[in-house]
T-cell receptor, first 113, second 110 residues
Framework: GAGVSQSPSNKVTEKGKDVELRCDPISGHTALYWYRQRLGQGLEFLIYFQGNSAPDKSGLPSDRFSAERTGESVSTLTIQRTQQEDSAVYLC???????????FGEGSWLTVV | QKEVEQNSGPLSVPEGAIASLNCTYSDRGSQSFFWYRQYSGKSPELIMSIYSNGDKEDGRFTAQLNKASQYVSLLIRDSQPSDSATYLCAVEDYGQNFVFGPGTRLSVLP
């Protein structure tokens, strides 16, 4: 597609439920990132995929968070047993293999009630 | 821990003035540097990238890089109310690892 596509754009869930957030990167982009941004805060790195290499999971805040990506396509970020502090916008971004400009999607706004 | 630091602001400037945004980074091996603008409720969008020491100009925006001082700045000339946003500094290390600063909130007063 023309840009990084994320879904859902908004999600309200009850505490304790699991949620899945989806990211479709720009076609041909090999690197894919997930960031979390709480209201009024900066970007918090979560995970980074580069092609078929092992992902950099160093930013995942707990074992409730996991992400998958098949090849150079769609990625899914899963949050299990959601907590209120998980409320944030989850931003996905991608870059091409030879470039170093990171392009963001519009984000998935998660509210845990 | 690689860090990117910015003053959180808010930085308030009158319309037509020059806004100066600053950023420092901890990793001397950083290669590429970026400024992103983020409007409230929106995702970050790239404004400028800079890779070598000196100045880079694009319209009303000038990025300045000093690798020896580990410092990068963004100047916005003739500031407009539409420039009011949070400006994020980002640094790329080897392997496409991007580290973002916390952002500086800019308010341009009409």
């Amino acid at each position: 597609g023309a840009g990084v596509s994320q879904s859902p754009s908004n999600k309200v869930t009850e505490k304790g439920k699991d949620v899945e957030l989806r990211c479709d990167p720009i076609s041909g982009h090999t690197a894919l990132y997930w960031y979390r941004q709480r209201l009024g805060q900066g970007l918090e790195f979560l995970i980074y995929f580069q092609g078929n290499s092992a992902p950099d999971k160093s930013g995942l805040p707990s074992d409730r968070f996991s992400a998958e990506r098949t090849g150079e396509s769609v990625s899914t970020l899963t949050i299990q047993r959601t907590q209120q502090e998980d409320s944030a916008v989850y931003l996905c971004a991608s870059t091409p293999l030879t470039g170093n400009t990171i392009y963001f999607g519009e984000g998935s706004w998660l509210t845990v009630v | 821990q690689k860090e990117v630091e910015q003053n959180s602001g808010p930085l308030s400037v009158p319309e037509g003035a020059i806004a100066s945004l600053n950023c420092t980074y901890s990793d001397r091996g950083s290669q590429s540097f970026f400024w992103y603008r983020q409007y409230s409720g929106k995702s970050p969008e790239l404004i400028m990238s800079i890779y070598s020491n000196g100045d880079k100009e694009d319209g009303r925006f000038t990025a300045q890089l000093n690798k020896a001082s580990q410092y990068v700045s963004l100047l916005i000339r003739d500031s407009q109310p539409s420039d009011s946003a949070t400006y994020l500094c980002a640094v790329e290390d080897y392997g496409q690892n991007f580290v973002f600063g916390p952002g500086t909130r800019l308010s341009v007063l009409p």
